[in-house]
């Protein structure tokens, strides 16, 4: 599965289908939420989106790593931006 690191601390999964405007949106979108976490949490050390699509649906899967521990987050929604989006809020509660 394709991988694209963004900054040292933000890797995308299975985006590579996204168009350039897409990409453009969810880099912003992701970015946004990483800063974040790096202001929010002294022991933040990586985002991990991982995004696959199930017929109409885009499954986003956000793994935070803190302190090397992992916890992961799942949204799964008919628009794209709406479920990177779910699935970080679901984060950022939980912190």
Do not use: W
């Amino acid at each position: 599965m394709d991988s694209q690191e963004l900054g040292g601390n933000i890797v995308l999964t299975g985006f590579s289908s996204c168009d350039l405007g897409t990409m453009h949106i969810l880099k912003k979108i992701v970015g946004n939420y990483a800063k974040d976490f790096s202001e929010r949490l002294d022991d933040f050390e990586k985002l991990h989106l991982k995004m696959s699509r199930n017929e109409m649906q885009f499954d986003v899967e956000a793994t935070v790593t803190r302190s090397g521990n992992s916890t992961s987050f799942i949204a799964s929604e008919s628009n794209i931006f709406v479920g990177v989006d779910g699935a970080l809020k679901k984060a950022v509660r939980s912190f």
